[in-house]
Nanobody, 125 residues
């Protein structure tokens, strides 16, 4: 399974960019897709996840109400719509896929099998 993230860049606080993650390869076993982020000097942080079969979503408290994750199963693409961006949202954003992830552990990065290369989002004030 290959993941290709795109859509990052330099944005202003309050902007609403959308990240995309193209999913290709043997995707039949992938049960959950997620976004994580890593700010400079910090560990990787869970952002959002979507359970592929039911489209059920889950968000970190820090982004709930501002970010929306969705999936386009026909195109094997997942999106992260980011609204009302803040400087503290600055990070490298990674998409991830899990074939053995269970719902109770969707926030833990080690439970994901596939990772994209990351896309930088820098929010200026």
């Amino acid at each position: 399974v290959q993941l290709q993230a795109s859509g990052g860049g330099l944005v202003q606080a309050g902007d609403s960019p959308r990240l995309s993650c193209a999913v290709s390869g043997r995707t039949a076993g992938v049960r959950v897709m997620a976004w994580f982020r890593q700010a400079p000097g910090k560990g990787r942080e869970f952002v959002a996840a979507v359970w592929w079969s039911s489209s059920t979503t889950y968000y970190a408290d820090s982004v709930k109400g501002r970010f929306t994750m969705s999936g386009d199963n026909a195109k094997s693409t997942v999106y992260l719509q980011m609204n009302s961006l803040k400087p503290e949202d600055t990070a490298v954003y990674y998409c991830a896929g899990g074939s053995r992830t269970i719902w109770s552990s969707i926030q833990t990065d080690r439970n994901y099998d596939y990772w994209g290369q990351g896309t930088q989002v820098t929010v200026s004030s």
